[in-house]
């Protein structure tokens, strides 16, 4: 059963990747389409908005992805001078702590877009989109990225590598 779970959970990581992926392909659409807007002599509005929700969301979906490749900084430096069961229980602190941040960043941005969504908050752009609608991605990337972090954390506890 764990090794399903720890499947369906890269699997989740890898998509996340994917979907961090088409967020980049849309801002550089977006921007593509301003500045040939500016050319042609009209003018989109709110291309610059998306363009930065996009940046957003590409931001938070590639997290979890970047953390499980090993694309985050990280204290290897520090951890590579011990081995055995000192460089596990380092390495479960560093998980521990990682996920209660990463859980709090998770937890707020749900709260975030819970109060935006209540109150049909609007962005400030000349779009006026409900701001609900690009936190959406956020509090969902923040979200994959603490499972992954704990699902790390758990990895290290019971020995097992992510292999």
Known sequence: MLKSLDRHLNKLYKFSGYVAAFFLILVAVFILIGVSSRIFGFYIRGLAEYSGYCMAAASFFALAYTFVEGGHIRITLFLEKFTGSKKRLIEAW??????????????????????????????????????????????????IFFICVLHQLFLIILGKSND
């Open 94 to 143: 560093c998980l521990s702590m990682a996920s209660f941040f990463s859980g709090y960043l998770a937890f707020y941005f749900i709260k975030m877009l819970i109060i935006s969504y209540k109150f049909q908050e609007r962005s400030e752009g000349a779009d006026e989109i409900l701001i609900w609608i690009p936190q959406t991605s956020v509090a969902l990337g923040s979200t």
